[in-house]
């Protein structure tokens, strides 16, 4: 029974909500998974999805609320009282989902749903979530675990877990903690199944563990979860306390949200945006790097100004300019790219800058000549001009090795001193390449019109 | 004990390699983690990567293989004869790691190797994956599974528990099946071990159970895994057959790759590479993208020349050329990269194509006439000139507006094409939109110019 989201059922439950009877379709809604059922009201318009929320039976509709997009999510939240979301909503919710969803609320609605919580446990572990940033480890933890003792027994520990798990959907790992709560290790859950029913924890566990401190960025976890493959990962304290879990799905958006941003940058957007976003909130995502693009555009024309004597005489320079700029905002892209890209999966290695700057000086101009006589061979041919042949072709080479060694040097000196590295790409390098590039071309045009 | 790979790190090793004595940091590696001396090895160069590859044990070599970079692994394969890496690499392998091992060796290579294969079911295995392509359900899944029968007691299961998990490091759920090894359901180990002890499975299993069939694609895989944030996912025949497994690590690296491909598509690099790749290598993912430039470089030169007449009579036109041209590049790149990213996160929606494309208009028009208002002012006041400010202001609307409705319209119809829509982003919209600019700039300047 596996659902897939369509255009015609989109329409019926449209239908459906409109006409407000309680049809098949809309009563059918709470045996769908929770995860298909937030894709359906992001799909919505935000009339249609408050009428249907208010269908979904209470467990089902923490589940929901936690998948929806946020902008979705605001709206029902804005619906709801206080009160309700406590009691309603956070109820059933582990404690990293139930702090992202109070820290989107705002200052007075945070405190009121805070004092509504019934469960004392559940509202001191989200007031404790909250005082992490969104990004770091202890951001993305949650406080549900199962902890044993070292030295208890096998039958002792099945005990105390039957207690521990109710709340706990999937348990992956069991840890291991000395009597003062510091993680010495892991259980799994297969040995402790296969274990003899005399056994102690101590002579079954791992004493390896790898954990990361609660102030550890969360891109940095990713990196530790995606290297050495793990599902679920201890975050402790300063003074190595076991203190949550973190879980690869929790992770895997993490990824997936650094990937679109680079993505997005690169592209010249500078907000998170979708597709079905407002359109006031795409133009302000769009506009900043439009205006970069155009003051690029004004320097240029700056530049040319100062040549305009010189395209006087010899028009056909004006040809080319397109062409000079194109590549050297390709190139810069292509070079930024590499690099920017490097730092985001931490895979640049050891060598030294320099090295990194001859490689790249290499490449750009293994492919600048190549580009280079491709159109000394075309304006030879059919400009039949050897002095702007000369010009294009030469100038051509000297703007991609400037523009490769310039998006290899910008994100790396960006990254050293904390600067998101994704800025140097995208619009920002090609802008810088375009202005640099005019200059390389009308300077060697100067050359070989008026001093050859 | 957590390491981290420095640079003074990898020279200590490079210098106790190159001395060849039998060094307290060479006998040390062995208690690293192979995702650790795999990171090692990637750095090193092959002869001391060969060298140190010497010095593993057995049972972690063929761990640090499978977490080693393509071309690193390829050299230290070439090394080992066909017996060596059946019986010493793939032997203690997972049955997906090893058969995408067996599927880099060349065609006769493999043939031997799977002949040296101790292991029959193994050899089987491997065999059977083989089949599959590299990006579908059946090549990312593994064949080491835990599967119950439903009419089983709960104590039969631990006895058979006990012989299926030998091999299996990480059990995440037991899958259930009937007589006819149909997946009907699966039973968490946390159900099982707090189960009384004479259960049987049918009293404790979730029947809810979410499958891919072998031949789905491995992004719909990563959609779905991600989507219902699953750690592991059955793979079934078209019988419903249970036939292996996919676990949420394997799945993340797909996420990675796609995220990684889009983003050097979108930069202009036609081939996945890192950093320390070759230079030959590099170079040749750079330059087809750098001679579609090239191609459309000279494609806006004959533009231009169209109306060199009008350039000779009107030469200050040729200033904001480059204006024209990067401004119509950054727009296209900005909506070809929602649309991109829109479809490969599968959360475009269902809007027709004429909401989507009068949306990216208004958006455009916007974005158009703040910059062409900026643009007429600068003109005005420095160039002195309300020709020249006209034209320009005027053609900087059409062709952001044409660029936008362009760059949403290319991917779209790639898409249902079924060609990869991250082709139209990156160099091919940015020349395309340069071209196209241009004829807009000088078309509107002719009538300008000579009509008005």
């Given amino acids: 029974?596996?659902?897939?989201?369509?255009?015609?059922?989109?329409?019926?439950?449209?239908?459906?909500?409109?006409?407000?009877?309680?049809?098949?379709?809309?009563?059918?809604?709470?045996?769908?998974?929770?995860?298909?059922?937030?894709?359906?009201?992001?799909?919505?318009?935000?009339?249609?999805?408050?009428?249907?929320?208010?269908?979904?039976?209470?467990?089902?509709?923490?589940?929901?609320?936690?998948?929806?997009?946020?902008?979705?999510?605001?709206?029902?939240?804005?619906?709801?009282?206080?009160?309700?979301?406590?009691?309603?909503?956070?109820?059933?919710?582990?404690?990293?989902?139930?702090?992202?969803?109070?820290?989107?609320?705002?200052?007075?609605?945070?405190?009121?749903?805070?004092?509504?919580?019934?469960?004392?446990?559940?509202?001191?572990?989200?007031?404790?979530?909250?005082?992490?940033?969104?990004?770091?480890?202890?951001?993305?933890?949650?406080?549900?675990?199962?902890?044993?003792?070292?030295?208890?027994?096998?039958?002792?520990?099945?005990?105390?877990?039957?207690?521990?798990?109710?709340?706990?959907?999937?348990?992956?790992t069991i840890y291991v903690v000395d009597e003062r709560e510091k993680l010495i290790g892991t259980l799994s859950l297969k040995r402790l199944l296969l274990a003899p029913a005399k056994a102690l924890v101590k002579d079954l566990y791992k004493e390896e563990?790898?954990?990361?401190?609660?102030?550890?960025?969360?891109?940095?976890?990713?990196?530790?979860?995606?290297?050495?493959?793990?599902?679920?990962?201890?975050?402790?304290?300063?003074?190595?306390?076991?203190?949550?879990?973190?879980?690869i799905d929790d992770v895997v958006d993490v990824i997936k949200e650094e990937a679109d941003k680079d993505y997005q940058m690169a592209s010249g957007i500078s907000e998170k945006i979708d597709s079905d976003d407002s359109i006031g909130l795409i133009t302000r995502a769009r506009l900043p790097w439009l205006l970069v693009g155009l003051l690029g555009g004004i320097f240029g024309a700056l530049v040319i100004n100062q040549y305009e004597d010189q395209l006087q005489i010899y028009p056909e320079m004006a040809l080319f300019i397109p062409l000079i700029a194109a590549m050297g905002g390709n190139v810069g892209v292509q070079s930024s790219a590499i690099i920017v890209q490097g730092l985001a999966n931490n895979s640049l290695g050891f060598d030294s800058l320099f090295t990194r700057l001859g490689k790249e000086f290499l490449v750009a101009m293994i492919n600048g000549l190549v580009c280079s006589a491709l159109i000394l061979v075309y304006a030879i041919l059919y400009k039949d001009n050897t002095d702007l042949a000369a010009t294009v072709s030469i100038a051509l080479v000297i703007v991609i090795v400037f523009a490769a060694l310039f998006g290899t040097l910008v994100p790396l000196i960006l990254d050293k001193y904390k600067i998101d590295p994704a800025l140097a790409t995208g619009p920002f390098i090609t802008t810088m390449n375009d202005i640099v590039g005019l200059f390389i071309y009308f300077g060697i045009g100067h050359v070989m019109y008026n001093v050859l």
Avoid at 222 to 233: H, N, Q, R, S, T
Wanted: aromatic share 4%.
């Fill in 209 to 247: 563990v790898r954990s990361v401190k609660a102030n550890q960025d969360g891109e940095e976890v990713a990196g530790i979860m995606e290297k050495y493959d793990l599902v679920v990962l201890p975050v402790v304290d300063e003074l190595n306390r076991l203190i949550g879990r973190i879980t």
């Fill in 1 to 172: 029974m596996q659902f897939e989201l369509t255009k015609e059922y989109l329409s019926d439950l449209k239908e459906a909500l409109s006409t407000q009877l309680d049809s098949a379709i809309i009563s059918d809604i709470n045996n769908l998974h929770p995860a298909d059922i937030a894709e359906i009201l992001d799909n919505l318009s935000n009339e249609e999805a408050s009428l249907l929320f208010g269908f979904l039976d209470k467990e089902i509709s923490s589940e929901v609320i936690i998948e929806l997009e946020e902008d979705v999510r605001e709206i029902l939240l804005e619906k709801l009282g206080a009160k309700e979301i406590a009691e309603d909503v956070i109820e059933n919710m582990d404690s990293d989902d139930a702090a992202d969803l109070v820290a989107e609320l705002d200052d007075e609605k945070k405190e009121d749903v805070i004092s509504f919580i019934k469960d004392a446990e559940q509202a001191s572990d989200i007031v404790d979530l909250l005082n992490y940033p969104e990004d770091s480890a202890g951001g993305l933890m949650a406080k549900e675990l199962i902890k044993v003792q070292i030295d208890w027994t096998i039958p002792k520990c099945i005990r105390e877990m039957r207690k521990q798990a109710e709340d706990i959907e999937n348990v992956y």
